[in-house]
């Protein structure tokens, strides 16, 4: 399959702009959802999608050319959610507790989760190469690394990614990337989690040179 054509099957046939089209739109992708989360990705097809959601195929395929475009638009969303929750996450925070405590209160939301929501996370992470969502999953590790390294630097004086910034942020994206897919790999749920986070956050401050005295529970 040429690129041309794999675009033209994982993207959208249209956006939706009205209303009542953006409504449909979103019936169209939780009914997409409820099927993964309930019966996995295996079992998702558009005849199941639009059963699913109570539309027609004819309705769903308005919008969406075959199951791989519902997965890229899935993907998508849940990429603009994490993201906004994350900010909020970080905006939550009290100032008061150490680098390292931030580190692993962020990062144990990946790694607590489990039934429907992990059959869920794995399907869509699985399915990121697949549908070309590749370049938009690494805007998705950077940004929450760029979170991660702001925070951390306008916090605790002396913490920062110079002088070898882009280097240090290419690294935390892929180690965001990193957390984001060990999380669905079976082998984690047999780990000692609050070592994987301790050794996670101890990795993070390191490359962002922060200081002792802010690394643990600040007084």
Request: proline fraction near 5%.
């Amino acid at each position: 399959m040429n690129k041309r054509r794999l675009t033209s099957v994982v993207e959208p046939r249209k956006e939706p702009k009205q209303e009542r089209s953006r409504q449909t739109y979103q019936v169209i992708l939780q009914g997409a959802m409820r099927v993964i989360r309930r019966d996995g990705l295996q079992k998702l097809s558009t005849n199941k999608v639009a059963d699913e959601s109570g539309v027609s195929i004819g309705s769903l395929y308005q919008y969406f050319p075959s199951k791989q475009a519902i997965l890229a638009a899935l993907i998508d969303q849940v990429f603009e959610f994490e993201l906004q929750r994350m900010k909020e996450a970080f905006e939550s925070l009290s100032p008061k507790i150490g680098a390292r405590q931030v580190i692993k209160h962020i990062c144990t939301v990946y790694f607590n989760i489990e039934g429907e929501d992990l059959i869920y996370r794995r399907a869509l992470i699985n399915s990121v190469a697949a549908v070309e969502k590749t370049p938009e999953a690494l805007r998705f590790h950077r940004a929450v690394g760029g979170l991660f390294i702001d925070y951390l630097t306008q916090n605790y004086p002396g913490a920062g990614a110079r002088p070898h910034a882009q280097t240090i942020i290419f690294i935390i994206q892929y180690m965001m990337r990193a957390v984001a897919i060990s999380s669905v790999d079976p082998e984690v749920q047999e780990l000692d989690k609050n070592l994987l986070l301790d050794e996670l956050a101890e990795s993070m401050m390191n490359l962002l040179k922060v200081p002792p005295k802010y690394r643990d529970v600040m007084s």
